[in-house]
């Protein structure tokens, strides 16, 4: 055993100690029938064999690439004090605060953490993790459910699709219903949710919408009209979820601000690494009226015994290991450590440096729509947008390939997000954020023009992608 | 610990001052958001706190030392398995291939990680004695979620909508009948025999043409092996319904049982508790899922394939329609994966083998230290943990075992997970793990018969403690009733501030 103290003296002591001649004296209570025969695993590694298999498998992965890939994961300058503050063993090897007493540290942190982010979002309660954005964004609309007594939600398609099939998953087992909002497909607003097709989905008098959700920036980078959205929800009592990326808070208008009840989101952009999609961090904010709906750890700020500041887990019978069946989610183990990330993050760059990441991504975006339209690549939709938006390429799919033979991850092919779409058949969602250099806007640029050119030359009648090339 | 002891600490809101700030980025371009419309823009900034670094740096230093972990000591929280969290494993998850790894990343810039994940599963399915495994669910929670909608997904499939149950008996995890109705399920809440198992004559009973599934703690909540798990399973296959297993205690039967070979249709892995990854103050942890061939087609997607060229890809959406879809993201917790595969590979056959033999070798030996001071409410070989009572000790003086978990604090330990499983009376679930020494358990039995005497000398000692925590008991009544779930700016008074 790799980890463990004990010497075979140590268990010749316990066993004698317990008058038994061998350990498995103490498994003679499973089943004969069911005892298993041995595991056929491979044989154990030393640590340094360990080492080096590892760093073997990591560098079997390309992270050098110039890359301009977002689409809900964002790579960021993460300041180095966010990792030796989660490298703290009294963090990072505590468990769920059951004990309050002995567990004031992450108690606190959680606190903090629920403060900064009803801050950014202009939400008054905020829960004290989830799974990711995905999950977080299920739970929300699960919440307008509960909240309303009502069976059905509307989804616009500018929620990432990853969010809206495990809304989809989640909802299969309650039998909810919900309904996608379509995005509009041509003109100024092309890109963006369809409020005509709110209100008609709205009118269906039988089938009452518990709540509208939607995402700010969308997942093509847009911003929404999420005033009139929010308007149109509250008409039908429904209640507004916001989708929201983090960092986009610092200059965008927050989700109290125009009158979203509930917001969701992915904290990854806030400290923590892509790593291959988690751990993330599920944000789950909410108004006060609907604090007895929302699932999740909650800590408040209470007092001890000598009347001492000090901070416990509360509103518990919401949860699961108190009110069981009737709980308001199965949430246990969340990603306390991943909001701890964040809170370290938020607190490292304050609320100037947050606004700088933000707006140095949005220049950084500026250089690359004109470097791309320069290249030949002008913008898919015409309507504002934060740090992300898409590109026309024709065939795209085989583009984005050539172009990552080149040692450029050009973004996402626009139909990977949306494979029925025609709208987005022929597009690049790409990105830019304060860690982009204009040394690797120009590289792509130049690659991209190479492309187009000599893909303009075999034409007419661009190669078709191949069934189901490259698509995830 | 500082040489003064541990001090509660300001809120990070009080030790802001405008104008603090290390620099962390260049200063953008003027005039870089004048491209946004106005009405979508933020009209006063968030009032984040602005603090130099070394006073972050303080700020959180001195929290953590206000915080029990097992870096720092004995923490034998039952069924949470807190186990030593090996430091090779933080290395390489920190690695800068596997850290900074797009999850949208095409499949071919991604083939080691999604060789370690391939690999995993194959592991994870040895380990179980299942054919396939699912790493995409976040925590043990979810994956019950994910198996539960599996086990649904079988029976729809098959045209049998009439199962609406699921049958969980009392001693369970909170999180099983919570997961049954976030499914879609009826719970059936089946109590336990007087031995703490399953109750075969009460499942008999409730079993039939209504339940979709059963789910089991194995070994229980109590720390028992479920004896009569043969004849369960038998009977809940014989009419047609599926065996869920709760893997939470894996830890105790590794290499020793494997619940796919013994019939079990699909279980959850919390990776945190068996294979090392640390808890984080509640997570992040991993839930991966391993089923039998019959729910294979269920599966999360997308799931990691290997190709006939030995290349590895993610499956395309649509690629298989049975799928119960996605329950979150991407393709799972892949850091902490890492490290569970990091541990796995680090021990071995033998080695896993080990784990479980020194775990339930060390709750054994406790258990016995323990007999006699306080009640043993299932006298018999236990595995990785066991319940202990301090019913006797209540009657006899007034302590409860409340009482005797907070002075535990004084004596410089963490508690045991109290009051769970429901079905003891004034229960301590102990579970020491197998990385503490025979001198932690000796020193932690002392202390625990120690205060069975103090419970009779000085009773007010113990109802008392901690003493010597960072803080006394907490007015968790008042937090319930007059929530206060965030710092309120002082900037902002009056008619502005939202309530």
């Known amino acids: 055993m790799a980890y463990g103290p004990h010497t075979d003296g140590d268990r010749a002591r316990m066993l004698a100690a317990l008058g038994i001649p061998s350990v498995d004296v103490l498994f003679d209570d499973i089943p004969p029938a069911v005892r298993a025969a041995g595991l056929r695993l ?67 942190t959680i606190y903090e953490y629920q403060s900064l982010l009803a ?36 989804v616009s398609r500018g929620v990432a699709r990853q969010y809206r099939e495990a809304l989809e998953t989640y909802f299969a087992g309650p039998n909810l219903a919900f309904d996608e909002v379509p995005l509009v497909a041509g003109g100024p607003a092309a890109g963006t949710s369809d409020l005509a097709a709110i209100e008609r989905l709205l009118a269906a008098p039988d089938r009452p919408v518990a709540g509208i959700v939607a995402a700010q920036p969308n997942t093509l980078g847009l911003l929404e009209p999420m005033v009139e959205i929010g308007r149109l929800a509250h008409a039908a009592g429904a209640l507004f979820v916001a989708v929201v990326e983090p960092v986009s808070l610092a200059v965008l208008a927050p989700p109290g601000a125009y009158g979203a009840d509930i917001a969701a989101g992915e904290g990854q952009p806030l400290g923590i690494p892509p790593q291959y999609g988690g751990p993330y961090l599920g944000i789950l904010a909410c108004t006060d009226p609907l604090v007895r709906q929302i699932p999740g750890r909650l800590i408040g700020q209470t007092t001890d015994a000598d009347g001492r500041r000090a901070y416990v887990m509360t509103l518990r019978a919401r949860e699961q290991d108190i009110r069981r069946e009737r709980a308001a989610s199965n949430l246990c183990t969340n990603q306390a450590l991943c909001a701890l990330a964040a809170a370290v993050y938020l607190a490292a760059v304050g609320p100037a440096g947050l606004r700088d990441v933000a707006a140095t991504g949005a220049a950084r975006a500026a250089e690359l729509e004109a470097a791309l339209a320069g290249a030949g690549a002008p913008r898919l939709h015409g309507g504002p947008y934060l740090n992300e938006f898409a590109i026309r390429v024709p065939d795209a799919v085989a583009v984005h390939r050539r172009l990552l033979a080149r040692g450029i991850l050009a973004g996402i092919p626009t139909a990977e997000l949306e494979p029925d779409d025609p709208a987005l058949r022929d597009g690049l969602l790409v990105c830019a954020t304060e860690v982009t250099t204009p040394d690797e806007i120009e590289l792509f640029a130049r690659a991209l023009r190479d492309e187009l050119e000599a893909g303009a030359g075999e034409r007419p009648g661009a190669r078709p992608a191949a069934a189901g090339e490259a698509v995830r | 610990m500082s040489v003064t002891g541990p001090k509660l600490q300001p809120s990070l809101f009080e030790l802001s001052r405008p104008g603090r700030a290390t620099p962390r980025i260049p200063t953008p371009p003027a005039g870089a958001l004048d491209r946004l419309p106005a009405a979508a823009r933020r009209a006063t900034p968030p009032a984040l706190p602005e603090v130099s670094e070394p006073a972050l740096v303080r700020h959180y230093l001195n929290l953590s030392q206000l915080n029990w972990s097992v870096d720092g000591g004995f923490y034998p929280l039952g069924s949470c398995t807190m186990k030593f969290s090996p430091k090779v494993n933080e290395w390489a998850a920190r690695l800068d291939g596997f850290a900074a790894l797009h999850p949208l990343a095409p499949d071919e810039v991604a083939q080691g990680t999604l060789e370690l994940l391939w690999e995993l599963e194959e592991l994870l399915a040895e380990i179980s004695g299942m054919t396939a495994v699912t790493l995409q669910p976040a925590a043990g929670a979810q994956g019950e979620l994910t198996g539960i909608l599996m086990v649904r997904a079988y029976h729809r499939a098959r045209g049998d909508l009439a199962r609406t149950e699921i049958l969980v008996p009392d001693s369970s995890h909170g999180t099983n009948p919570a997961t049954a109705s976030m499914a879609g399920f009826r719970t059936v ?66 290499g020793h049982f494997r619940p796919g070979e013994a019939g079990f249709d699909v279980m959850h892995f919390n990776v945190h508790k068996t294979f090392s990854t640390p808890h984080g103050g509640g997570g992040p942890g991993a839930g991966p899922v391993g089923v039998r061939e019959l729910l294979a087609p269920f599966l999360p997607a997308p799931r990691v394939l290997r190709g006939p060229d030995g290349r590895f890809r993610l499956e395309r959406p649509g690629e298989r329609p049975t799928s119960i879809g996605r329950v979150k993201s991407f393709v799972g917790n892949a850091g902490i994966l890492v490290r569970a595969y990091a541990y796995i590979r680090a021990h071995g056959a033998d080695g896993l083998r080990t784990v479980s033999d020194d775990a339930v070798l060390a709750a054994n030996y406790l258990k016995h230290r323990l007999a006699g001071t306080y009640d043993i409410p299932y006298d018999r070989p236990c595995k990785h943990e066991f319940v202990a009572s301090a019913a006797s000790l209540k009657r006899e003086t007034g302590v409860r075992t409340l009482d005797v978990a907070k002075r535990l604090i004084d004596k410089g330990y963490h508690p045991p997970t109290i009051y769970f499983p429901l079905i003891v009376e004034e229960g301590m679930l102990i579970e020491p793990t197998e990385t503490e020494s025979i001198e932690t358990l000796d020193a932690f039995a002392a202390a625990l018969i120690e205060i069975a005497g103090e419970a009779r000398t000085r009773p007010d000692l113990v109802t008392g403690a901690p003493h010597t925590a960072p803080v006394r008991r907490l007015d968790e009544a008042t937090a319930a009733r007059q929530p206060n779930l965030r710092w309120r700016p002082t900037t902002r008074v009056g008619p502005e501030e939202r309530s």
Request: charged content about 20%.
């Open chain 1, 119 to 154: 801050e950014l979002t202009g939400l008054d309660v905020v829960s004290a993790s989830h799974y990711d954005g995905a999950a977080a964004t299920a739970e929300a609309a699960l919440m307008t459910c509960r909240a309303t007594r009502r069976e059905r939600v509307l």
């Open chain 1, 42 to 108: 491979p044989p154990a590694l030393s640590e340094l064999e360990l080492v080096t298999h590892l760093r073997w498998l990591a560098s079997r992965n390309r992270v050098d690439l110039a890359s301009f890939l977002g689409a809900g994961v964002y790579r960021h300058h993460i300041p180095p004090v966010v990792d030796q503050v989660l490298l703290r063993g009294e963090f990072y090897t505590a468990y769920t605060p059951y004990q309050p007493e002995v567990s004031q540290g992450t108690l606190q």
């Open chain 2, 189 to 254: 809440s089946i109590p336990s025999a007087p031995d703490g198992g399953v109750d075969l004559e009460a499942f008999r009973a409730a079993l039939g043409p209504r339940t979709a599934g059963v789910m089991i703690t194995n070994p229980s909540t109590v720390g028992l092996f479920e004896a009569r798990i043969v004849e369960l399973l038998e009977m809940v296959h014989g009419v047609g319904a599926l065996a869920y297993m709760d893997g939470a205690n894996l830890n105790a039967i590794l």
